[in-house]
């Protein structure tokens, strides 16, 4: 028999899984169900969620406004720190973490006795939403239906939907599992499953943040952005906020078929999975704040920082995000983008951003030592002295290597 609860917290997005799990947590507790939706930038998608919620069985629904947080505390430590995990931008990873701990702050606010969530027992999410979960209440308990019930299927859950009268917005023929906030849109499922199709980016309908590179423009739009020590703060000379940024980006990168990504991604439960991203203005930033630190760093921090990043893309995709880890990384990204402050013009051209300037009164690139013509600041040759001792012990081997053969009576090997 089930652990009966009187009061579950379910994390409520109004898609397939979590509009089913309603009437199916109440059927199965006979619990009070209370839905709880973070706004992280899904627009049209919470139209209509309270309704649902409240029609479908929930005695309430609570839709928070993360937005702001969302960009500030999470994607913009992102950013900073450069960090993709296999060339994916981490749209879905670290918008599970805020909507996770602001769960936890209303299950803990309501009495509730667990916490439920949708997330299929094959994915990342589970992960994400659980270890944040655990960081918070650690003695909450969880429930995790896709592990355990029996409707193990899209197909399924449809069939359930339909016959409990649930609206959907999605059918059979087009049940890709997506997930939407103001940095990006996945789509995976049905054809993008088998790697051999191609995906169907020029399908109407598929892409909704912006347009294949093949609808593109003709022209290029160019653009300009200002860091403040790696945080954007203007968009073409205008001071925004970086979520205004982000939504802007989103629109001008959308329309120039900027930040489309298919990849073959390694899940952290050991399985590989197909997805195309749709991160347009996250792909525009990424794309800045990288020609700005080129001028900004030096060789041996941008060198590091490249490490650094993979570690922290590691941890964000893991669900790892309120681990000590993480935040000692990100102190140590914040104390590198003290100087990465400046101004960097892109052009957006089918799919393509092409550089165009970048300048920053931390700038470390020096023209004059740069150049091949004649100058008074440089050396060259010094750079015989430098090659000797840098090349010191391949010399050192090659003598020792070269005395042991004929030691040996062998003839040292030539270069063929």
């Given at each position: 028999m089930k652990k009966q609860y009187k009061k579950i917290v379910l994390a409520y997005s109004g898609g397939l899984d979590t509009s089913v799990l309603i009437p199916w947590l109440k059927e199965n507790y006979g619990a009070e169900i209370i839905a709880v939706s973070g706004n992280v930038g899904q627009a049209s998608e919470l139209e209509g969620l309270e309704e649902k919620a409240l029609k479908t069985g929930a005695s309430k629904l609570y839709i928070e406004d993360l937005q702001e947080e969302f960009v500030n505390d999470y994607v913009i430590p992102t950013l900073k720190a450069g960090a993709a995990y296999e060339k994916y931008l981490l749209g879905t990873s670290f918008a599970r973490p805020i909507i996770a701990k602001r769960i936890v702050e209303i299950?803990?606010?309501?009495?509730?006795?667990?916490?439920c969530h949708g997330c299929t027992g094959k994915g990342n999410d589970q992960v994400r939403f659980e270890l944040a979960i655990k960081a918070f209440?650690?003695?909450?308990d969880i429930i995790a239906p896709w592990r355990f019930w029996e409707l193990n299927s899209r197909e399924k859950e449809i069939e359930y939907a339909q016959k409990h009268n649930i609206p959907l917005k999605i059918s059979k023929e087009t049940n890709y599992s997506k997930d939407k906030n103001l940095w990006h849109l996945s789509h995976e499922g049905l054809d993008l499953e088998d790697p051999a199709n191609e995906a169907p980016i020029q399908k109407p309908g598929f892409l909704e943040l912006g347009v294949s590179p093949y609808d593109a423009p003709d022209t290029p739009?160019?653009?300009?952005?200002?860091?403040?020590?790696?945080i954007p703060t203007a968009l073409n000379g205008q001071e925004m906020k970086p979520l205004d940024i982000i939504l802007k980006l989103n629109e001008l990168g959308g329309?120039?078929?900027?930040?489309?990504?298919?990849v073959v991604e390694n899940r952290l439960v050991g399985m590989k999975s197909r997805g195309v991203y749709e991160t347009p203005g996250g792909t525009i930033l990424y794309a800045a704040h990288e020609k700005l630190?080129?001028?900004?760093?030096?060789?041996?921090?941008?060198?590091?920082?490249?490490?650094?990043?993979l570690k922290f893309a590691d941890l964000v995709y893991n669900g790892q995000w309120y681990t000590p880890l993480r935040k000692a990384l990100s102190s140590f990204v914040d104390s590198t983008q003290e100087t990465v402050t400046g101004d960097v013009s892109l052009k957006l051209y089918k799919g393509n951003i092409i550089p165009v300037s970048v300048t920053s009164p931390y700038s470390l690139y020096s023209s004059g030592m740069a150049t091949f013509d004649e100058d008074d600041c440089y050396d060259q040759g010094d750079s015989a002295g430098f090659i000797n001792l840098f090349g010191l012990p391949?010399?050192?081997r090659a003598l020792n290597d070269r005395a042991l053969y004929?030691?040996?009576?062998?003839?040292?090997?030539s270069v063929e």
């Open positions: 299950a803990q606010k309501e009495g509730a006795d667990a916490i209440a650690p003695d909450m739009t160019q653009i300009s952005l200002h860091f403040e020590k790696g329309a120039n078929g900027i930040g489309l990504l298919d630190e080129e001028i900004t760093l030096d060789k041996e921090t941008a060198h590091y920082k490249q490490q650094v990043a391949l010399k050192v004929e030691k040996e009576g062998k003839h040292f090997p």
